[in-house]
């Protein structure tokens, strides 16, 4: 693909790495952007917003380059669940989303700034959570760190323990939605 230069905004080692299965070189700038989550705004628009405000922090200091910007947040009947505080916030939220089926919403932003350039988009897949004693929800619990993911669990480490089903795109769980974002990238091209 020829693209400009392309700029990760964020410093999460799990989007570098999912975006590392492209073929695209890519620096990583992290992104000053405050995230918001106001509540008359659907899961989709909070995580695009989110994504937009982290993209734009950079590209307004990169203009010749395609900033890419992310945000992934879990939601249960439009309930946030965000990263926790401490543990005990990590087992809460764990607690209510076990035995149930939840939606995983990664917004997506790409902005270059000198070709007067953007689009923003989201995905949104499924993830059915095994029933879960609490047990179950300390022993995962003890076999990661919780502290920095949203929703308290990682699909990619351990997951088998309390995840049950995927309906969607496995990678947007993790952090970004690897095909959906390809195919976006290679439209992106067609059009430069």
């Not at 380059?65 to 764990?94: H, Q, S, W, Y």
């Not at 351990?158 to 390809?182: D, M, Q, R």
Request: with cysteine.
């Amino acid at each position: 693909m020829k693209l400009p230069p392309l700029i990760l905004a964020s410093t999460s080692p799990r989007r570098a790495e999912l975006l590392g299965l492209l073929p695209l070189k890519f620096q990583i700038v992290a992104s000053d952007a405050t995230e918001v989550a106001h509540a008359h705004l659907s899961p989709h628009e909070i995580c695009q917003l989110n994504a937009h405000r982290k993209a734009r922090a950079v590209a307004a200091k990169n203009p010749g380059a395609l900033v890419l910007g992310a945000d992934t947040l879990v939601f249960l009947d439009r309930k946030i669940f965000g990263k926790p505080r401490n543990l005990a916030d990590a087992e809460k939220m764990l607690s209510q989303l076990q035995g149930k089926i939840h939606q995983v919403v990664t917004g997506v932003s790409l902005i270059h700034v000198g070709g007067q350039r953007e689009r923003n988009f989201s995905v949104s897949t499924d993830v059915r959570f095994h029933p879960l004693n609490p047990a179950q929800i300390r022993r995962y619990l003890s076999k990661i760190n919780p502290l920095d993911k949203a929703g308290a669990y990682a699909v990619q480490q351990h997951g088998e323990l309390i995840i049950a089903e995927i309906s969607g795109s496995f990678s947007n769980v993790v952090g970004l939605p690897v095909e959906e974002l390809h195919a976006e990238l290679a439209a992106w091209n067609r059009l430069t």
